[in-house]
């Protein structure tokens, strides 16, 4: 246990030349601006459309899809991810009318994020139907099974590395009755073994949940593709060797001995999440990733010997002397490991929100705010077992340190439920994103809007002029989507809270198709009252809205 600081230190700068050169990131990606811009209307076919990020992002594969304002898919030439930009290359053949771009990429932190970009080719075209394409939103059950299989990951990866620590250090020269020993030695490999198949398991999950598919989609050969699951396969060969490596020691570990090498290669294994978390879209890039070892270090060692206890000291419990040795072994870090994980919590804490705000404001903040609160309680029993049980191993009198222990070990089972419940948290932290949520963008936003009137339906459509003096088509529509002319041209009001521009004139320039010419006073949402005269008495009226500015 001396030791943790120089195998720590020796795994960190292991780390530092694996990450140390890794380019900054920024969390979430988010689009930066598009070439042509959401709802352009362009003269002439574009030859690609660019789309610009605040950082370096992946593109799925079949990420991005192009259609038609018939909502049919238009063969794209070529797309792909360089950088911070997405590029996909246009037909050349294009006809006048209106396009939609669909695309979803993985940012930095892992976690997909999907769009659309609307362009007009000559003119919007009269009927726009929205393409049929997947939900853009991950499948709830695909974000479940991550986070229990990250929870699992998490409980049985640190449970192995702290263990193998304190079987190797604190037990080191006490005599244990082999019974004990070979409980040691069961919970080691069980746990190293559930490690590994935890992390084999999250690889085709993450997968999965690039692409947006379901559980079914485990079955999908396109979750295998490399640049999905890359830094996934880095984790689970780092904890297969370490762990791996753990396991096969776990008698000799148990029988008190434990080898330099092999806690060192488990150390990699413990530290190996960092890899993929979310540290690693944070600037400084290094120092959060390195923070973030530290505190898995410092978590696997304070679980591994917190139940290292709970597996020891029932064995001790009538020799005070083997029970002090191992209790001073593990208490003389104890403190230290508290600080450790205290302060690196609260840095990674604070880097990945960036404001109070987001410990209210998001599904991330909120699940940090209760893996604290358990922290804390887990804290405090670990104080009152410190300052208050602990002391009482060593007073004289058989039966006093035999009651003092067992009230030691009680509490010592206390502080590892409480640190298993945190890891639990983890998991489902470490899977939400920790931006703001927003209402997940529309799978083909057109720029039209719609609404029903009797059994027509009505299409609103604003141009994508620059200032308020805007002009705005309106389309009546019968059940099959033809444009109708009706008994008489329908009839338009524009409204915003506070300011009624009155009824506008309507000119015909099309069938079932009216122009009007208006300014906006003012930026915000606009209501467009649509009256449409189906015959001398039946005038039935829908209300549409408009987004202006």
Avoid: C
Avoid at 153 to 178: D, E, H, K, Q, V
């Amino acid at each position: 246990m001396r030791r943790l600081g120089i195998h720590a230190l020796v795994v960190l700068i292991a780390l530092f030349g694996v990450v140390g050169t890794a380019g900054p990131a920024s969390a979430h990606a988010t689009l930066v601006s598009s070439d042509p811009a959401e709802g352009a209307v362009l003269d002439e076919a574009p030859g690609e459309v660019r789309f610009t990020f605040d950082e370096p992002v992946a593109l799925v594969p079949d990420g991005v899809a192009v259609f038609d304002a018939a909502g049919e898919p238009v063969e794209a030439d070529d797309a792909a991810a360089r950088d911070d930009e997405l590029v996909v290359d246009l037909p050349d053949d294009l006809a006048d009318g209106t396009y939609v771009v669909t695309w979803r990429i993985v940012s930095a932190d892992g976690h997909p994020v999907a769009g659309s970009l609307t362009f007009h080719i000559g003119a919007p075209s009269e009927t726009v139907v929205p393409p049929q394409v997947d939900d853009a939103s991950a499948d709830p059950w695909v974000e479940t099974a991550r986070a229990v299989v990250a929870a699992i990951n998490y409980l049985s990866l640190l449970l192995a590395g702290g263990l193998l620590l304190f079987a190797g250090r604190a037990t080191a020269g006490i005599r244990l009755l082999p019974e004990v020993r070979g409980r040691l030695r069961r919970v080691l490999r069980g746990a190293a073994v559930i490690g590994v198949a935890s992390a084999l398991l999250a690889v085709p999950l993450v997968g999965a949940y690039q692409l947006g598919l379901g559980l079914d989609g485990l079955v999908d050969p396109a979750i295998w593709e490399l640049s999905l699951i890359r830094e996934d396969l880095v984790v689970l060969v780092l904890q297969a060797v370490g762990l791996g490596a753990a396991a096969l020691a776990a008698g000799r570990v148990a029988a008190g001995g434990s080898p330099l090498a092999v806690e060192l290669v488990a150390a990699l294994a413990v530290i190996s999440p960092a890899l993929v978390g979310h540290s690693r879209a944070y600037e400084p890039t290094t120092l959060l990733v390195l923070t973030d070892a530290l505190h898995l270090l410092a978590g696997a060692t304070w679980l591994g010997g917190l139940v290292g206890l709970a597996l020891v000291l029932g064995s001790v419990r009538g020799r005070a002397r083997d029970a002090a040795v191992v209790l001073a072994r593990f208490s003389t870090i104890a403190a230290g490991l508290l600080l450790v994980l205290a302060v690196t919590g609260t840095l990674l804490g604070w880097r990945i929100l960036g404001s109070w705000s987001g410990l209210v404001e998001t599904t991330y903040g909120r699940l940090l705010l209760v893996k604290l609160g358990i922290a804390g309680l887990v804290a405090l029993v670990a104080a009152w077992n410190r300052l208050r049980l602990l002391p009482g191993v060593s007073v004289v009198g058989h039966d006093q340190q035999r009651r003092a222990v067992d009230r030691v070990r009680r509490a010592v089972a206390v502080e590892a439920l409480g640190l298993v419940a945190v890891l639990g948290v983890t998991g489902f932290l470490v899977e939400k994103s920790p931006s703001a949520e927003s209402a997940a963008p529309p799978a083909a936003s057109t720029d039209v809007v719609t609404g029903v009137a009797d059994d027509y339906r009505v299409l609103a459509v604003l141009d994508e002029t620059d200032g308020r003096q805007r002009q705005v088509s309106v389309q009546i529509q019968d059940e099959t989507g033809e444009p109708v002319d009706l008994y008489q041209a329908p009839t338009l009001e524009v409204s915003a809270p506070g300011i009624d521009l009155g009824e506008i004139p309507l000119v015909p320039s099309g069938a079932g198709t009216y122009l009007a010419d208006l300014v906006f006073p003012r930026d915000g949402t606009w209501q467009l009252q649509v009256g449409v005269r189906i015959d001398e008495f039946t005038n039935p009226v829908t209300t549409l809205e408009v987004e202006v500015g």
